[in-house]
């Protein structure tokens, strides 16, 4: 079974400043994939980030870069120049690629304070 | 639609009344799943259609919660003799082909509240 674990239940970070939220996850397959979504007070979850575990580059999209550890099966977010809008639930998910359902780790909460 | 919508957004109803929720999915979306999330805790798989395959129910917690999927579109789950601890947001997600990389779609999902 593949476990998702965030040990952050809240984090707070100024406007402007960079956070890291973190990620493991236990597995034991090879070929899997991890996701960061965000969910604001809509409840509406979107999707921040992916990672293919086959590549080794961390991926980046803007503000938002992981730091990909896959031997330490880690999976972190960094958000970097952080905004009011960024306030939000933070899950961090894992599939593999036998799998079909994400699993979610219990989600950070994230305030971006002014 | 331009996403995943579902209804209703809220719903409060009382103990052992059956409820039914319902999820549209983007046009064209193939595969379509259902999440529980109780508080404080991640999302929860229930359910997983895709196209014409039987729907996997592996997360079902009991045999009071349904699902259907009527002509690969709209979806509905049903939840029968609602309990307390059913009292959850209940999540639609779809997406458009079958590869696990692709990003999953998420409604706004609809709070229950069982009394």
């Known amino acids: 079974a593949q476990t998702v674990t965030q040990s952050q239940p809240e984090m707070s970070v100024q406007e402007a400043e960079t956070v890291t939220l973190s990620c493991t996850y236990d597995?034991?397959?090879?070929?899997?994939?991890l996701f960061w979504y965000k969910q604001p007070p809509s409840r509406q979850m979107i999707l921040v980030i992916r990672?293919?575990?086959?590549?080794?580059q961390n991926a980046t999209e803007n503000r938002f870069s992981v730091n990909f550890q896959k031997a330490a099966k880690s999976f972190s977010l960094k958000i970097s120049d952080s905004q009011l809008g960024d306030t939000a639930m933070y899950f961090c998910?894992?599939?593999?690629?036998?799998?079909?359902?994400?699993?979610f780790g219990k989600g950070t909460s994230l305030l971006v304070t002014p | 639609g331009a996403g995943v919508s579902q209804s209703p957004s809220n719903k409060v109803t009382e103990k052992g009344k059956d409820v039914e929720l319902r999820c549209d999915p983007i046009?064209?979306?193939?595969?379509l799943y259902w999440y529980r999330q109780s508080l404080g805790q991640g999302l929860e798989f229930l359910i997983y259609f895709q196209g014409n395959s039987a729907p996997d129910k592996s997360g079902l917690p009991s045999d009071r919660f349904s699902a259907e999927r009527t002509g690969g579109s709209v979806s509905t789950l049903t939840i029968q003799r609602t309990q307390q601890e059913d009292s959850a947001v209940y999540l639609c997600?779809?997406?458009?082909?079958?590869?696990?990389?692709?990003?999953?779609?998420f409604g706004p999902g609809t709070r229950l509240l069982v009394l």
């Open positions: 998910a894992f599939i593999s690629n036998s799998g079909y359902a994400l699993n």
């Open positions: 597995t034991s397959e090879s070929n899997y994939y």
């Open positions: 046009s064209g979306h193939t595969a």
């Open positions: 997600a779809t997406l458009s082909g079958q590869g696990v990389w692709e990003t999953q779609y």
């Open positions: 990672q293919e575990a086959y590549k080794q």
